[in-house]
């Protein structure tokens, strides 16, 4: 009886052994993956694994309060405001659905902002004040060629009066006079006075040199009749007497071409405090791309971007006071391409990397080098390995910033080329001829990184993709971490998320990292499926903060002077090795201009730190910085802050 039963157990143990097997043949790349997963998921939640390589986790926000985030700026309360506008979804510009959120990562809350105009694509930077200023946006979306019903293009009006300057409403006629075609005007457009020009030598009047107005005009019905193909003058409709002869307008082509993004000159404040936007006055040109970064007297400085009718802004850069809140332009005129990487050197002249983020003619304003605003002059900079893919570039300022070096990240060729670079290049501004020398290379070819400065003196490099948008599925889910003391780099966890364009990371005052956006164009290897906007948030722990314990930082100023100290309590001063005073970022398409971390000079007691911020005003900008201080194994404080008035 035992015997039977023994031998019924081991019939029905080879035939259940017999199934499993034929389910793991069937099932075999699934049990694998399953297997490979779970492995996965094992070893980089293992306290060793994290102390090494840091870990990531995603933030799921309710459905309600997703959005797609194309800009991020800390805030000085500690909470990251996340700008939308219409968040490239045509569908949200139409309706006029334009959205912020302010979140708040330590309690997790979530507050919905009243959005005043669309500003998606729009610039911003930290203000002294602690305000974040914000300008221009988006007045219309892009058109591809066949989705243009109606011929359009650029009217350059002339205005010959050196009396009076003329303003043309919208729905200005302008008639052709030799194609006979008319087209209306979007917009109206102040066409300045003419401008008498005499000979210096004998007094002698010699010319009226017209005033120009740039305005954007449409066929009056769809169709390829309307088109034109060469350059005519236009008559305006309505004027009459010495306004109909002095006043006309000049056109190229008028076609059914693509359309480019246009441009608002809208510009606010956002108070943290407040938690709302505060109208400003306009800028003086429509800027779509923008970059905004601080000067050495406190002005921010506007550069580039697509004007109201979708043109690059030619060269007219201006000036915001933040103490009268108007807008004035340069002295002198120069080009960029769409968000230029600019930034303040120590001597009050800017440094641009030559990277950016899109727009513009190949062959203008590329060139990386030293340019002095006030007199134009522009010293360009030698050494840079690929010197063509540098659109979609990261520029970083790395730490300390005393030491003035930069590194320029991967990037990739002008508009939709599927070219990229695996390069990093670095640059000592301090050198007495500065080069750029090829730093540590990236295991893959990479447009739109995200990098952040961190207070151990290293900076975090993620993401970002092989090709143009994310094409071809081309997303690198891959981290680094660039040690700024050794110049070199190390893989560390690799995120969850894929990132491309309009993405970004900032440093929060933790110590961790937030990761935010991206935007493919398409969804598969093939190319076949359209893209989806990633809405989700990702933290990334670095492995510092895995250690045994972190140095503690309390009390003391919240203001510190130029050249002043401040004396703050901890109760590990044995073991604390350095101080950083690093600068909020504001990061958006590949550029956050904002962001450095400057060294200060650390005096300790038994129980207090003294920290001294440098005197150089180029170097420690105005407004609210984070203080970290680091231990002897690299582990920092939680931030305090403390603002440089």
């Not at 522009?378 to 063509?388: E, I, Q, Y």
């Not at 170097?619 to 404080?637: A, I, N």
């Amino acid at each position: 009886m035992t015997d039977h039963a023994g031998r019924r157990r081991a019939r029905r143990l080879a035939i259940g052994t017999a199934v499993v097997l034929a389910l793991a043949g069937m099932n075999g790349p699934w049990v694998y993956r399953f297997s490979t997963e779970k492995y996965h998921e094992y070893k980089i939640n293992r306290p060793e694994y994290k102390a090494d390589n840091g870990k990531w986790e995603v933030v799921n926000f309710p459905e309600k309060y997703r959005q797609n985030t194309i800009h991020a700026a800390l805030l000085h309360t500690g909470k990251v405001l996340l700008v939308a506008g219409s968040g490239n979804n045509t569908d949200n510009f139409d309706a006029k659905k334009f959205d912020t959120r302010v979140w708040d990562p330590v309690l997790g809350t979530i507050k919905k902002i009243p959005t005043p105009a669309d500003l998606f694509c729009t610039g911003h930077t930290q203000l002294s004040n602690g305000n974040l200023l914000i300008a221009g946006g988006t007045k219309r979306y892009e058109k591809l060629k066949g989705d243009v019903t109606k011929a359009g293009g650029l009217m350059v009006v002339h205005n010959e009066n050196p009396d009076k300057p003329i303003t043309l409403p919208a729905g200005t006629k302008f008639t052709g006079k030799e194609n006979g075609k008319t087209f209306v005007s979007k917009d109206p457009v102040v066409v300045e006075r003419a401008t008498k020009v005499f000979d210096k030598a004998t007094g002698t009047f010699l010319r009226n040199d017209p005033g120009l107005g740039r305005i954007y005009v449409e066929a009056q019905k769809k169709g390829a009749k309307y088109e034109t193909g060469t350059q005519d003058n236009y008559r305006v409709q309505g004027l009459s007497g010495a306004d109909a002869r002095n006043t006309y307008g000049i056109a190229e082509k008028i076609a059914l071409d693509k359309k480019d993004f246009q441009g608002i000159r809208d510009a606010y404040e956002f108070d943290p405090v407040a938690e709302k936007y505060i109208k400003v006055d306009p800028m003086n040109e429509a800027r779509w791309y923008p970059t905004l970064t601080t000067m050495s007297d406190g002005k921010i400085l506007s550069l580039s971007g697509l004007d109201e009718i979708g043109q690059l802004v030619p060269g007219k850069n201006e000036l915001y006071d933040p103490k009268t809140k108007k807008w004035t332009y340069t002295t002198h005129t120069r080009q960029f391409p769409t968000y230029p990487a600019i930034s303040l050197m120590q001597n009050g002249d800017m440094f641009y990397s030559g990277a950016n983020a899109g727009y513009g003619p190949d062959n203008v304003g590329r060139d990386p080098g030293i340019w002095n605003v006030a007199t134009d002059k522009f010293t360009k900079l030698k050494g840079l390995s690929d010197p063509k893919l540098l659109e979609t570039a990261g520029t970083v300022l790395l730490p300390p910033a005393q030491d003035e070096k930069y590194m320029v990240i991967g990037g990739g060729g002008v508009g939709e080329s599927k070219l990229s670079s695996r390069k990093t290049r670095v640059i000592d501004l301090l050198a007495a001829n500065p080069r750029f020398t090829d730093g540590p290379s990236l295991e893959k070819g990479t447009r739109y990184p995200q990098y952040s400065i961190l207070p151990d003196d290293t900076v975090m490099i993620s993401g970002g993709s092989e090709d143009y948008r994310g094409r071809g599925a081309s997303n690198i889910l891959q981290a680094r971490m660039y040690d700024a003391k050794t110049g070199k780099l190390r893989r560390v966890a690799d995120p969850l998320v894929g990132r491309n364009y309009h993405s970004g990371s900032i440093l929060l005052p933790d110590g961790r990292i937030m990761f935010f956006g991206s935007d493919s164009l398409y969804a598969d290897k093939a190319d076949t499926k359209p893209g989806k906007f990633e809405q989700r948030i990702e933290i990334y722990t670095p492995p510092y903060l895995y250690r045994d314990a972190r140095p503690s930082l309390s009390g003391g100023p919240q203001t510190i002077a130029r050249g002043a100290s401040g004396t703050f309590k901890s109760q590990h001063t044995a073991t604390i090795r350095t101080a950083r005073l690093i600068r909020p970022s504001a990061s958006t398409h590949v550029t956050d201009v904002d962001q450095r971390s400057i060294a200060l000079d650390l005096k300790k007691t038994k129980d207090t730190l003294t920290v001294t911020v440098p005197k150089n005003r180029n170097l420690v900008e105005s407004g609210w910085h984070m203080l970290f201080v680091t231990d002897d194994q690299g582990t920092p404080s939680k931030a305090q802050w403390v603002k440089v008035p």
